[in-house]
């Protein structure tokens, strides 16, 4: 062999390091000759692959780096003003460099144990602080998943707590000027619940006794700033319950939704310094009143005093776990999005009130700006009252010549289906930029563009006077002591130093894998190639497309399944997509009285949760000590439910680390029964290149990618798949 290719197992010898001298002691110990021999006892061998996995060759770190690049610059870099919950943002540099980039705090755990996770949860209380301060509510969460999923969970949240005569209360209002993705995850999530969505025009909102709930935005999907006030009140006089979906950065400068009387606030966080990264990961929150505070969904950080007097976080109220409340659990979210929200909760640290109102006020006098010249190019622009976007009437005509010459130009707008223009300014845009954008419309309509900027200076915003923020936030001492660059620093180093991650030892902690990312893999996460709005047309997002097409064939085949979908954000979001996937077969089959789910005593809280938000009912099957399914219990429910069987779920290999023998049996059992496996897939990683979902007899199953694969685990951080079998 020549020594060209010297470097090609340079990945696996640096990430696995265990020696030859220790492995022998290691099978010595267990009894084992070799580790060929544990595996074979260890993995049935009606299960084993016969081959090997067809897989890429495997790149050394350094040909993985740079085929990434090559990939990454098939995405075209726009700029865009597309706005619909994603802006472009500077991420301070301090933050990217010590947090995002930074394995002392993208290798850290869930942050069970309190004594060693004292500076994540300081972080997470700080974003808590913020939220509740930005939005004008009680209480708020450590993050959810993204904006959709949080608004989808106020809507459960109150359909779970309506009470009295509204038991009988069924319909879910929701404005029609709602971001479209939420719109499209309300409809999946209302429906196996029987929840109806009634979605129209604000002033078509009656109130009437059938609904239990509403859903508005604000500033809405135009960009429109509404006045919410009377529609929460009278709501509430309805004893209906009411959330808003809303923006961090415009509630800077805006009345917020608490004080006109909302009773859960919703939104996403992503544009306090998170990086777009075509659609996420970012942290939606959640906010609402203290009334609600057993039904909250995601974790919640507490204070603590210790006997000494001195304040201790600790995860609060862990009653509504999943891991307690099991199928009466409120929601089943497990892993949410905090290392993004350690971000956004820095980002509000570092610039504190004073800097985030210089950036909402500078975001809001551009807007005005680009309004100026918008009306004086004889545009109508819809919006009265506004503090990023702008609406704008054009001819049909008009809009594909403007489509044509901002794409000519590296900018992208937004193209409503009705003859309208979105722009939606954010915290990067500068004079020029705005400048920029005019000069469109002024090429496209023939009019020469006309603007002062004597004095650019004194540009002020012209929100209406009553929607104008008066009440204090980030008043905390915390927002008020960080603003230089040394004492961020510091302070973040501080919080870093209390906690223990992967940087310090292994964590054998949790039933799911933790393992530590290779920092190559890491790196192409800031690079700014892959920082692209989430609806940039196809074309701009070549690299992405690749990327996923790639990953998508690799997993096909590392599972054995025929598709994967990766629209689920997390393990639990999989399960629930898988679920509703498995719903979707029989109901095809005319089967809709199969709604029954066999989930084992040992399962992870999250199974139980997700089966009933996909309109399931939870059949327990009753395990071992060892957390072995009980198989003639298993026999006995699958048969005596046999008509109405759905499916079961199991988690392979089990919780406690078994690979049970039985798992070809039991899978034919549930097919025998009308039912289909659905396999929890969170220890996948003691499957990968040995056995796979489809050997062991599964029909669908998820896949967590910040377990198995390389995504940070961030003190829980998640991005999933969710595969299927066709
Ligand atoms: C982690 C885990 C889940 C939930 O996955 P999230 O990504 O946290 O939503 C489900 N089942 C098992 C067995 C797990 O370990």
Not at 148 to 166: D, I, L, P, Q
Not at 649 to 676: A, W
Request: net charge negative.
């Amino acid at each position: 062999m020549s020594n060209i290719t010297f470097n090609s197992d340079e990945f696996s010898s640096r990430h696995n390091s265990i020696s030859k001298q220790e492995e022998n002691l290691m099978l010595k110990q267990i009894g084992v000759k070799s580790v060929d021999e544990l595996i074979n006892l260890t993995i049935p061998d009606s299960i084993r692959l016969e081959n090997d996995l067809n897989l890429e060759k495997p790149k050394t770190e350094n040909e993985f780096l740079s085929h990434f690049k090559t990939l990454a610059l098939k995405n075209k870099k726009y700029k865009s003003y597309i706005g619909t919950g994603y802006y472009d943002c500077f991420t301070p540099n301090v933050i990217k460099r010590n947090i995002l980039e930074n394995p002392g705090w993208y290798t850290a755990y869930t942050p069970y144990q309190a004594e060693i996770a004292q500076g994540r949860m300081e972080a997470l209380i700080n974003y808590q602080t913020m939220v509740t301060d930005l939005t004008g509510m009680e209480i708020s969460n450590a993050s959810l998943l993204d904006e959709g999923t949080a608004a989808s969970e106020a809507m459960t949240m109150f359909f779970r707590v309506r009470k009295g005569s509204k038991k009988k209360a069924f319909k879910f209002f929701v404005s029609n000027k709602i971001f479209p993705q939420t719109i499209e995850l309300l409809k999946t999530r209302s429906e196996p619940l029987g929840i109806e969505l009634v979605i129209d025009e604000l002033d078509k909102f009656n109130c009437g006794d059938d609904y239990f709930g509403a859903l508005f935005q604000y500033p809405d999907n135009d960009g429109n700033i509404v006045d919410l006030s009377s529609y929460l009140e009278k709501a509430r006089s309805k004893s209906i319950f009411t959330c808003v979906a809303s923006d961090l950065m415009s509630l800077v400068l805006l009345k917020s939704p608490g004080e006109m009387g909302a009773d859960a606030v919703v939104g996403n966080s992503q544009r306090f310094g998170v990086p777009m990264g075509y659609g996420g990961p970012h942290a939606a929150f959640y906010a609402t009143k203290e009334e609600f505070k057993r039904h909250i969904p995601g974790r919640i950080i507490g204070v603590s005093v210790d006997s000494a007097g001195n304040n201790a976080y600790r995860m609060a109220l862990q009653t509504r776990e999943q891991h307690i409340k099991r199928d009466r659990a409120t929601s089943n979210i497990c892993t949410a999005q905090v290392l993004l929200s350690v971000m956004a909760g820095m980002y509000a640290v570092y610039h504190g009130k004073d800097g985030l109102k210089k950036i909402a006020t500078k975001i809001a006098s551009l807007t005005q700006l680009l309004e100026n010249g918008i009306s004086s190019l004889d545009f109508n622009q819809e919006n009265k009252n506004f503090f990023d976007t702008l609406k704008i009437k054009v001819t049909s005509e008009e809009k594909d010549k403007i489509k044509k010459v901002a794409e000519k130009n590296h900018l992208n707008f937004r193209y409503f289906e009705t003859d309208y223009i979105g722009i939606s300014l954010d915290e990067t845009t500068q004079v020029s930029d705005v400048l920029d954008i005019l000069n469109i419309f002024s090429e496209v309509s023939g009019k020469s563009l006309e603007i002062n900027l004597d004095n650019i200076d004194d540009l002020k915003h012209n929100i209406s006077a009553n929607q104008i923020r008066s009440s204090e936030f980030l008043s905390h001492e915390v927002f008020n002591k960080y603003h230089t660059e040394h004492e961020i620093l510091r302070y973040m180093k501080r919080l870093e130093n209390k906690d223990l991650s992967l940087v310090h030892s292994m964590i054998s902690l949790g039933s799911c894998t933790m393992k530590l990312n290779a920092t190559t893999e890491m790196i192409p996460v800031t690079w700014e190639e892959m920082n692209l709005h989430p609806f940039v047309p196809t074309d701009q997002a070549q690299g992405y497309s690749e990327m996923i097409n790639s990953l998508n064939t690799w997993l096909c085949e590392i599972t054995g399944f025929s598709a994967i979908s990766f629209q689920p954000n997390s393990g639990a979001q999989g399960e629930y997509t898988g679920l509703m996937v498995i719903r979707a077969y029989h109901l095809d089959k005319g089967n809709d009285n199969r709604n029954i789910a066999l989930i084992p005593s040992s399962a992870h809280g999250t199974n139980p949760a997700s089966a009933i938000m996909a309109g399931m009912k939870v059949v327990v099957v009753a395990c071992d000590k060892h957390g072995n399914i009980d198989y003639d219990d298993l026999k006995e429910k699958c048969e005596q439910h046999s008509e109405n069987l759905s499916c079961l779920m199991i988690t392979y290999p089990s919780t406690h680390g078994v690979f049970e023998d039985k798992i070809l049996e039991v899978c034919n059992l549930i097919h025998e029964n009308g039912g289909l496996v659905y396999m929890d897939g969170a220890n996948m990683n003691a499957q990968v290149g040995l056995t796979n979902p489809k050997n062991i007899g599964a029909d669908v199953c998820h896949l967590n990618l910040h377990k198995t694969f390389c995504i940070p685990h961030g003190g829980g951080w998640a991005r999933n798949g969710a595969n299927r079998c066709s």
